[in-house]
């Protein structure tokens, strides 16, 4: 079975402050994810990385940066918490092969930006 | 980029009734169709897919149907059981094998 797990189920930060969530996962898998879900806007695509050092900016990067410094890890920074970056935060990864395959999540950050 | 759209936002069904979900894509190089369904409080999970050069696949209780040349796909759940209650998420393939997800649909199926 694949798994991923994330550092923390549930996470309160002050405005302002640095923030790191982490995804670990034990499958050996290239491709790695960050999405944040919320209410009315299912899950958007916030960073995505298909190599070790290797990333890619989904359709919401703005006030987040990532690092994949090792294969199996795949962290998300926020700079400078704010607000309105109060939500579900949710890893996934898949394998790489010639066609897309399943992406499997792990159980999620929700954070709180105070 | 990629865009999604997802409809119904709700549903509710009677039990033993059926539920059809539909999606429209935009990226006509799209080649893959995964329908995900997130029970309240836990992560999301694959129910079916579907890749472009199929038109339909069944599995049990569910079904999946694509029409490329529309750019739409519909997820179809038959004699419906509170269990199906939940969120599902459609989606669509874009590079790096990244996906966009549609917004969501609340099932709830009244027993």
């Known amino acids: 079975d694949v798994k991923v797990t994330q550092s923390s189920r549930y996470l309160v930060k002050r405005t302002g402050e640095k923030v790191f969530l982490e995804c670990v996962q034990d499958?050996?898998?290239?491709?790695m994810f960050w999405y944040r879900q919320d209410p009315g806007l299912g899950l958007r695509l916030i960073y995505f990385?298909?190599?070790?050092?290797?990333?890619e900016k989904g359709d919401i990067p703005e006030g987040y940066s990532v690092s994949r410094e090792k294969k199996e890890r795949f962290s998300l920074i926020l700079e400078s918490a704010s607000t309105n970056q109060t939500s579900m935060y949710l890893c996934?990864?898949?394998?790489?092969?010639?066609?897309?395959?399943?992406?499997?999540f792990g159980p999620g950050t929700r954070l709180t930006v105070l | 980029g990629e865009n999604v759209e997802q409809h119904p936002s709700t549903l509710s069904v009677q039990e033993g009734d059926s539920a059809v979900i539909k999606c429209t894509y935009s990226?006509?190089?799209?080649?893959?169709f995964p329908w995900y369904k997130q029970e309240l409080g836990k992560r999301p999970q694959l129910i079916i897919d579907?890749?472009?050069?199929?038109g339909e696949k069944k599995d049990q209780r569910i079904a999946v149907t694509l029409n490329k040349t529309a750019k739409h796909f519909s997820l179809h759940i038959t004699e419906t059981q509170p269990e199906d209650s939940a969120v599902y998420f459609c989606?669509?393939?874009?590079?790096?094998?990244?996906?966009?997800f549609g917004s969501g649909t609340r099932l709830q199926v009244q027993p």
């Open positions: 579907i890749r472009s050069n199929v």
């Open positions: 989606a669509a393939s874009r590079r790096r094998r990244a996906l966009t």
């Open positions: 996934a990864s898949t394998q790489s092969s010639t066609s897309v395959n399943e992406q499997f």
């Open positions: 499958m050996d898998h290239e491709n």
């Open positions: 990385s298909y190599d070790v050092k290797m990333k």
């Open positions: 990226d006509s190089a799209s080649n893959y």
